[in-house]
């Protein structure tokens, strides 16, 4: 009976830790995806907005691509 109570007790513990891992993620994607619409808008609403700079073209893929990673963490 004991055994099957410590059991039962780390499967809710490993629920419980699962679920806000999965929420703090969630947080962080969702800030993420914020900053980056607003980088983005910004950026292209500035009158020296160049799509065309190595710099301005790595800015908005870096982070897309953080964005994208953070999405593929929940996954794993």
């Avoid at 983005?40 to 897309?64: C, E, K, W």
Wanted: no cysteine; charged share 15%; hydrophobic share 60%.
């Amino acid at each position: 009976m004991d055994r099957r109570f410590g059991s039962r007790a780390y499967q809710y513990f490993e629920f419980v830790v699962v679920q806000a891992v999965t929420l703090l993620m969630a947080i962080v994607v969702t800030a993420a995806l914020a900053h980056l619409v607003v980088n983005i808008a910004h950026d292209i609403l500035a009158t020296t907005f160049d799509p065309t700079n190595a710099a301005v073209f790595q800015s908005v893929f870096g982070g897309i691509f953080t964005v994208v990673i953070a999405l593929e963490f929940k996954r794993s």
